[in-house]
């Protein structure tokens, strides 16, 4: 089971570097008795820095493209920008709100003793 991860993450490298860059990390991971997880990561790491040296020009190119869609579209662009905030917000709101009410302790020291007091019409009997 040990090495999947590992493995996994060498899928992202260009098949033509994945033997070399195995084995360095590997040799790098024996050196410094780093385990699957730490291999992992650089093999990521190697991968991206790959794909944006030799990918970059066309990531840059897409980048400006939605830029400029997203500026020619203004009331497109606005409400999405509306709708990602109040939607960040609600999240943040009712997530907070359970965190309190749900997974905190109360800030009394016996919250047992806590008692309601109302005032009431004696006339209308009305609360």
């Not at 840059?60 to 869609?69: A, G, H, I, K």
């Not at 943040?92 to 905190?104: E, K, P, T």
């Amino acid at each position: 089971m040990t090495g999947w991860l590992f493995r996994a993450a060498l899928r992202l490298v260009p098949a033509s570097w994945r033997a070399s860059v195995r084995a360095d990390i590997e040799e790098d991971g024996r050196a410094q008795r780093r385990g699957d997880v730490w291999r992992a990561w650089h093999a990521v790491r190697v991968a991206t820095r790959w794909r944006w040296s030799f990918g970059g020009g066309a990531m840059l190119t897409d980048l400006r493209y939605v830029v400029r869609s997203l500026l020619a579209a203004k009331w497109f662009t606005a409400a999405a920008v509306i709708t990602f905030a109040l939607g960040i917000g609600v999240n943040i709101a009712v997530f907070s709100a359970i965190d309190r009410l749900f997974f905190r302790p109360l800030p009394y020291a016996n919250p047992a003793a806590l008692v309601l007091l109302r005032w009431c019409d004696p006339k209308t009997g009305e609360c």
